[in-house]
């Protein structure tokens, strides 16, 4: 069984917080015993390349400048998650995963997954455990988003989902998780809520290092929300 995780890094060297987080969340997935190939699509991102080198890694890595986005747009899930597919398919998988890098996964992960019996899934982790500045939050209740979702995919169902995403022209931040939901019901296959098997630790950046505040949010949030209105 093989893995293709889709995740994108923030710029290396603006925020040694930002750096720590992304690191952890590569050695926790190269801890596991399992063959485990990154999907990286980066948007100019400075210093990333050089930190997957050094990881000594297994990835499909693209760089797509940020000149050929649109004007303003950062970067975008569609675009990440159209490579991806297109790895998927020229390749022999079985799971396909999208993450974000500031989570530690647990060790446990593809022995979870490897019990259950469907042939075809889509698996929801939520954090269970959110730490900021240090601190932790709590580690009994689900915390913001799912930041950790698995598929297991058929080479027919990875088809389609590549078919489903050509008008979902989404950029820069959110509805990540609403789309990837959308997309299994498209897909028709199951899907489960894995929180209680598995305890995911989710760390707070540091917004502080690039320009990405509470306004920019909303006002991509808003944008990208018309794809399911």
Same mark, same amino acid.
């Given at each position: 069984m093989k893995a293709l995780w889709l995740v994108s890094f *923030?710029?290396?060297?603006s925020s040694k917080i930002n750096d720590y987080y992304q690191s952890l969340f590569l050695d926790s997935i190269k801890s596991i015993?399992?063959?485990?190939?990154?999907?990286?699509?980066?948007f100019d991102e400075k210093g990333v390349k050089e930190f997957v080198e050094n +990881? +000594? /890694?297994?990835?499909? @890595?693209?760089? $797509?400048?940020? +000149?050929?986005?649109p004007n303003n747009k950062k970067y975008s899930n569609k675009l990440m998650l159209q490579n991806c597919l297109n790895q998927f398919l020229d390749?022999?998988?079985?799971?396909?995963? @999208?993450s974000t890098a500031d989570i530690i996964v647990p060790n446990n992960l593809f022995n979870v997954l490897s019990k259950i019996k469907e042939d075809e899934f889509c698996a929801l982790i939520y954090p269970n455990t959110h730490i900021t500045n240090g601190v932790i939050k709590s580690s009994f209740w689900p915390? @913001?988003? $799912?930041?950790l979702i698995v598929f297991k995919l058929s080479k027919d169902k990875a088809n389609?989902? *590549? !078919? /489903? $995403?050509?008008? @979902?022209n989404q950029y820069d931040w959110g509805i990540n998780e609403n789309f990837y939901i959308a997309?299994?019901?498209?897909? !028709? /296959?199951? *899907?489960?809520n894995l929180f209680k098997q598995l305890s995911v630790l989710k760390f707070e950046n540091d917004f502080g290092a690039f320009s990405e505040d509470r306004s920019w949010? $909303? !006002?991509s949030w808003r944008e990208n929300q018309g794809y399911f209105l």
């Open positions: *923030r710029p290396i060297g015993d399992f063959d485990v190939t990154f999907s990286l699509t980066q +990881k +000594k /890694i297994k990835s499909f @890595y693209e760089n $797509i400048p940020k +000149k050929n986005l390749n022999d998988f079985q799971y396909l995963i @999208y915390h @913001y988003g $799912i930041d389609k989902f *590549r !078919e /489903i $995403i050509k008008n @979902y997309a299994s019901e498209a897909l !028709e /296959i199951k *899907r489960m949010q $909303i !006002e």
